[in-house]
């Protein structure tokens, strides 16, 4: 398996995965085929902020990723966020999940990775925990300023 960095022709493959990952219940919100055409063109785009990573064996497409950049003044250092970690059901249980976690750790030495998990997506709570990941004790708040 390769993970490498996302391209303009991964778009609609990912664009379909981006739909049932947000339908299902690993994710709050639902997301719209708009938001989801954005986060591709930023990953493809080379935004500052985003970086889309694509799971690939043989040609086959088995999964995405994509990061966000911050910083986090609570813990003094740059964070990185994963805000999408996506595999299709069929490669689910492989072990992709926790290379790729393996693998941000080598890519972002020194900073803070952090994420969101449903409670109730209890594989990906454990993939987490069984890559050293601890639970904070935060509500997270939001609020969408319009433009």
Same mark, same amino acid.
């Given at each position: 398996?390769?993970?490498?960095?996302?391209?303009?022709?991964?778009?609609?493959?990912?664009? /379909?995965?981006?739909?049932?990952?947000?339908?299902?219940?690993?994710?709050?919100?639902?997301?719209?085929?708009? &938001?989801?055409?954005?986060?591709?063109?930023?990953?493809?785009?080379?935004?500052?902020?985003?970086?889309?990573?694509?799971?690939?064996?043989?040609?086959?497409?088995?999964?995405?990723?994509?990061?966000?950049?911050?910083?986090?003044?609570?813990?003094?250092?740059?964070?990185?966020?994963?805000?999408?970690?996506? &595999?299709?059901?069929?490669?689910?249980?492989?072990?992709?999940?926790?290379?790729?976690?393996?693998?941000?750790?080598?890519?972002?030495?020194?900073?803070?990775?952090?994420? /969101?998990?449903?409670?109730?997506?209890?594989?990906?709570?454990?993939?987490?925990?069984?890559?050293?990941?601890?639970?904070?004790?935060?509500?997270?708040?939001?609020?969408?300023?319009?433009?």
């Amino acid at each position: 398996m390769t993970i490498r960095n996302m391209k303009k022709s991964d778009a609609e493959k990912i664009l /379909e995965m981006m739909r049932v990952f947000y339908s299902s219940d690993a994710v709050f919100s639902n997301g719209s085929d708009e &938001i989801f055409k954005k986060d591709i063109e930023n990953c493809v785009n080379d935004s500052p902020y985003l970086v889309g990573y694509v799971f690939e064996d043989k040609g086959e497409i088995l999964g995405y990723a994509m990061t966000a950049k911050s910083f986090s003044t609570e813990f003094g250092k740059p964070c990185v966020w994963l805000e999408d970690l996506y &595999i299709c059901p069929e490669h689910q249980g492989k072990g992709i999940g926790t290379e790729f976690l393996g693998f941000l750790e080598r890519e972002f030495q020194g900073c803070i990775i952090r994420l /969101e998990v449903e409670a109730e997506n209890t594989k990906a709570v454990h993939t987490y925990e069984k890559c050293g990941f601890d639970v904070l004790p935060y509500m997270e708040m939001k609020k969408i300023v319009k433009s």
